[in-house]
């Protein structure tokens, strides 16, 4: 069973709308971490927002926001005031177990969404 | 001067070749990995150093070799790749293994002919 899922390939949102990528994931390990990155068309991998399983609030970073539904187990992230150069793929990832120099220090990655933002 | 530097960008191989794809990191971490992302799969998590010990193969074909000679620098060494190697091959470094933030390279577009 995939432990990211990521169920939109692509999403398309006007410049200045707020946009909502979906994730859900699965694991049975109370411990864990949901991150997203961004990968623009030159390919780095951009870290944007980390939420910890144990975070009381939601993560928010800038623009960048993480709707975390832990009874749901999903990991959305809302993009507000999209850009032009917000267009990219984007990934969610999970680390499960303790990490921080323990040994559980993978990330599981889903399969990304394309965002396309219209002028 | 970025903070993950990898070369070369692009890489065209014969499946008989020996080549090295290189990564180098300016922002004084300890720990670096190896991803391989195929069109159309999630990126696939290949090798992790913690200060310059390899600390995870995930089942990588050995003609998948690679080299931490010190915490800044990594490479990985290729020969006798197959067609189905081809794929952006990612390098990210972070703090030390298991901090939440990797810092990721570009990546070096292999394609193996």
């Known amino acids: 069973a995939q432990k990211i899922t990521q169920t939109q390939p692509g999403m398309f949102v006007q410049e200045k709308e707020a946009v909502t990528l979906d994730c859900t994931y699965d694991?049975?390990?109370?411990?864990?971490?949901l991150f997203w990155y961004k990968q623009p068309s030159s390919g780095e991998m951009i870290f944007l927002i980390y939420?910890?399983?144990?975070?009381?609030q939601n993560a928010t970073e800038g623009r960048y926001s993480l709707n975390f539904q832990k009874a749901r187990k999903s990991a959305n992230l809302v993009i507000s005031a999209s850009q032009l150069g917000d267009s990219a793929m984007y990934f969610c990832?999970?680390?499960?177990?303790?990490?921080?120099?323990?040994?559980?220090?993978?990330?599981?990655f889903g399969k990304g969404t394309l965002l396309t933002v219209n002028p | 001067e970025t903070g993950v530097t990898q070369t070369p960008r692009h890489l065209v191989m014969g499946m008989t070749n020996k080549k090295s794809l290189k990564c180098e990191q300016h922002?004084?971490?300890?720990?670096m990995y190896w991803y391989k992302q195929s069109a159309k799969k999630p990126l696939e998590l290949m090798f992790v150093?913690?200060?310059?010990?390899?600390?995870e193969n995930n089942s990588v074909p050995s003609r998948f070799s690679p080299e931490c000679p010190n915490s800044s620098h990594l490479f990985l060494h290729l020969h006798t790749l197959q067609p189905e190697d081809s794929a952006l091959y990612l390098c990210?470094?972070?703090?030390?293994?298991?901090?939440?933030?990797?810092?990721f390279g570009s990546g070096t577009q292999l394609s193996v002919l």
């Open positions: 990210a470094s972070s703090q030390v293994v298991g901090t939440e933030k990797l810092f």
């Open positions: 694991t049975s390990d109370p411990s864990y971490g």
């Open positions: 939420q910890g399983s144990y975070d009381q």
């Open positions: 990832a999970m680390r499960e177990g303790q990490g921080s120099g323990g040994s559980n220090y993978k990330l599981t």
């Open positions: 922002l004084g971490h300890n720990a």
């Open positions: 150093y913690n200060f310059k010990e390899q600390t």
